[in-house]
């Protein structure tokens, strides 16, 4: 099924839209400024950028949440590979504390946790 021309037109607006507010970093006045000087009415952009902003929303919360997992499992992970080693070295041996898995894990965690506020 083809889109029919209106819904190339509207894609193309969103496109346009969504190009300025994320990789020309337009706010969302300006963005709506803009598509009005394009042509569009008022409330059309609104709603454009209206939804812009909720999607973008969406997606740096998931991407928070994403961060917030992968950092727990790599602190979690080095703990407990640290402690296996630990473990395994309890007479006398030598282990490997893998503290670079612990950091990197931790710091992704407080980057998606601080994130998503």
């Known amino acids: 099924?083809?889109?029919?021309?209106?819904e190339k037109a509207?894609?193309?607006i969103y496109e346009y839209a969504a190009n300025l507010m994320v990789?020309?970093?337009k706010n969302?006045?300006?963005?709506?400024?803009?598509l009005i000087n394009q042509g569009l009415d008022e409330e059309s952009a609104s709603i454009v950028v209206n939804n812009?902003?909720?999607?973008?929303?969406s997606v740096k919360k998931?991407?928070?949440r994403?961060?917030?997992l992968y950092g727990a499992l790599w602190a979690i992970g080095?703990?407990?590979v640290t402690g296996a080693t630990y473990a395994a070295a309890a007479d006398g041996g030598t282990y490997v504390a893998f503290y670079g898995a612990v950091l990197y894990g931790g710091y992704r965690f407080l980057k998606g946790l601080f994130s998503a506020f």
């Not at 969302?28 to 803009?34: F, G, I, Q, V």
């Open 52 to 57: 812009l902003q909720q999607q973008i929303k």
């Open 1 to 6: 099924m083809d889109p029919t021309e209106e």
């Open 66 to 68: 994403n961060d917030m």
């Open 23 to 25: 990789n020309e970093n």
């Open 78 to 80: 080095g703990l407990v």
């Open 28 to 34: 969302a006045l300006e963005t709506k400024n803009e």
């Open 10 to 12: 509207v894609n193309q």
């Open 62 to 64: 998931q991407n928070a």
